[in-house]
């Protein structure tokens, strides 16, 4: 069942998630989860822009592009195969009025460019996407901390897909794959220099996370499984 908090409150953080539609990939190429890591950084703004006219034509690095004041603060990500998760809050309580919510905005924007590009490129039609975003609220610390940890670890399922249910067999060999795997905010966290760092606000971590970096997350997750 998809589960959506129908209001997305201003200063509390959310585990924001959504797959491809029937389950179907959503990244297919290196290109694919390179364009939609660009787009947690340019959407993430008030200000409107179009990819191609802004980035491609005055071959610019996205991560170089001037978007102004985000709309969010993202904690975490990880792309998968054929779904996403980001951990994320708001502090724009001074943007919009009524339904406006900038949750909202900025995921209807990234949404928006990537099935746009997706569908241009792979010459579909229709919804990429198994309906709108989900949302969970994280609203106590534990939660916080075990959302943090899943989703830096959910890469692992591609070297063992039953993690969750058995336990990570081999720890070292997780970590070695966590820290080459591109498509995810650990290797910001491990301390790798890497443009996809000014995606994370790290001043926006709660005081009381136990998974500021990787060695925590690993000691942390290892009373668990």
């Known amino acids: 069942m998809a589960i959506r908090d129908k209001n997305l409150v201003i200063n509390e953080y ?3 998630y959504n797959r491809g539609n029937d ?3 959503i990244f297919l190429d290196d290109e694919d989860h390179d364009r939609f890591i660009k ?3 340019i959407c993430n703004s008030k200000n409107n822009f179009n990819f191609r006219n802004s980035i491609v034509r005055n071959k610019i690095n996205a991560f170089d592009f001037e978007k102004g004041d985000p709309l969010v603060s993202i904690l975490g990500w990880v792309l998968m195969p054929n779904h996403f998760h980001i951990v994320l809050i708001s502090h724009r309580s001074d943007l919009g009025e009524g339904d406006y919510n900038p949750i909202t905005e900025f995921m209807r924007k990234v949404s928006t460019a990537y099935v746009m ?3 241009k490129k792979y010459k579909k039609t229709g919804s990429l996407f198994e309906g709108k975003f989900k949302s969970r609220h994280i609203g106590e610390e534990n939660y916080f901390n075990y959302i ?3 989703i830096h670890l959910n890469p692992i399922k591609l070297i063992q897909k039953n993690w969750k249910e058995k336990g990570i067999m081999n720890k070292d060999r997780a970590k070695n794959f966590l820290e080459e795997y591109r498509y995810s905010s650990f290797q910001d966290y491990f301390g790798k220099k890497r443009k996809q760092n000014s995606i994370i606000d790290y001043d926006s971590i709660p005081e009381y996370s136990h998974c500021n970096h990787v060695k ?3 000691k942390w997750i290892k009373d668990i499984y």
């Open 14 to 16: 959310y585990h924001i």
């Open 23 to 25: 389950k179907k990939k």
């Open 39 to 41: 787009l947690l950084y």
């Open 117 to 119: 590009y997706f569908n």
């Open 148 to 150: 943090f940890s899943y």
């Open 216 to 218: 925590d997350l690993f």
